[in-house]
């Protein structure tokens, strides 16, 4: 029996899992550990032996009492899957030629969901994150949360961005050129570092408090 979840209901009561996901989890925890790797790589919802992402959440979470770096790259991997398929905001995707990309807004978005979902992660990995007991119970539910949270924060940021200029024969101060020329805002190293978005976000907002005095 998969071990009872933790957090509990302002009424007192305890998190409980679906019905179908215990009875999943149940079959699962009898399989041979390279099995259970094997059916967490199928990606397609439909198939007869796909995972829930509840239950390779649940597997995840339990493998921090494991040893093998290797299975949890595996079910790490596949999580990851799940949570950038459940961030993808429906409507968001398109295709340039036969290859297919998503708006900028919708990379935005799915970006910032999967970065607070490795947080919560994280912090579990490190104890035991109660919060992340909801995605245990309703993993479609618990995205759609995270991600609505998400695109409410991308819309709110991008309304605060102000136009370099508000003339079209205004000219741009030199050092915002000297800034500009040496700026790739497209440094996928920079983006995804933590501590880069960080200055970033606090430059953004001296310079709105600026403008407004």
Same mark, same amino acid.
């Given at each position: 029996?998969?071990?009872?979840?933790?957090? %509990? !209901?302002?009424?007192?009561?305890? !998190?409980?899992?679906?019905?179908?996901?215990?009875?999943?989890?149940?079959?699962?925890?009898?399989?041979?550990?390279?099995?259970?790797?094997?059916?967490? %790589?199928?990606?397609?919802?439909?198939?007869?032996?796909?995972?829930?992402?509840?239950?390779?959440?649940?597997?995840?979470?339990?493998? %921090?009492?494991? =040893?093998?770096?290797?299975?949890?790259?595996?079910?790490?991997?596949? +999580?990851?899957?799940?949570?950038?398929? *459940?961030?993808?905001?429906?409507?968001?995707?398109? /295709?340039?030629?036969? %290859?297919?990309?998503?708006?900028?807004?919708?990379?935005?978005?799915?970006?910032?969901?999967?970065?607070?979902?490795?947080?919560?992660?994280?912090?579990?990995? =490190?104890? /035991? +994150?109660?919060?992340?007991? /909801? !995605?245990?119970? =309703?993993?479609?539910?618990?995205?759609?949360? +995270?991600?609505?949270?998400?695109?409410?924060?991308?819309?709110?940021?991008?309304?605060?961005?102000?136009?370099?200029?508000?003339?079209?024969?205004?000219?741009?101060?030199?050092?915002?050129?000297? *800034?500009?020329?040496?700026?790739?805002?497209?440094?996928?190293?920079?983006?995804?570092?933590?501590? /880069?978005?960080?200055?970033?976000?606090? *430059?953004?907002?001296?310079?709105?408090?600026?403008?407004?005095?």
């Amino acid at each position: 029996m998969a071990e009872p979840l933790r957090m %509990k !209901y302002p009424n007192g009561v305890t !998190y409980q899992r679906r019905d179908e996901i215990e009875a999943v989890l149940a079959k699962l925890e009898e399989l041979p550990r390279d099995q259970l790797m094997e059916r967490m %790589k199928i990606a397609t919802p439909s198939h007869p032996d796909f995972i829930p992402p509840e239950c390779v959440l649940h597997f995840v979470r339990k493998s %921090k009492l494991d =040893n093998s770096d290797r299975q949890f790259q595996i079910m790490y991997r596949a +999580l990851m899957a799940r949570v950038e398929k *459940a961030a993808t905001v429906p409507g968001t995707r398109h /295709y340039v030629g036969d %290859k297919e990309a998503m708006t900028l807004r919708g990379a935005a978005i799915a970006d910032a969901v999967v970065f607070q979902f490795e947080v919560k992660l994280t912090k579990d990995r =490190n104890g /035991y +994150l109660e919060g992340l007991d /909801y !995605y245990e119970v =309703n993993f479609a539910s618990a995205l759609a949360s +995270l991600r609505l949270t998400a695109r409410e924060k991308v819309d709110r940021e991008a309304n605060r961005v102000q136009p370099l200029s508000y003339d079209d024969d205004e000219s741009i101060s030199p050092a915002v050129e000297k *800034a500009a020329g040496s700026f790739n805002p497209f440094d996928q190293e920079k983006i995804d570092d933590p501590a /880069y978005r960080s200055v970033v976000g606090a *430059a953004i907002k001296r310079l709105q408090n600026k403008n407004e005095t």
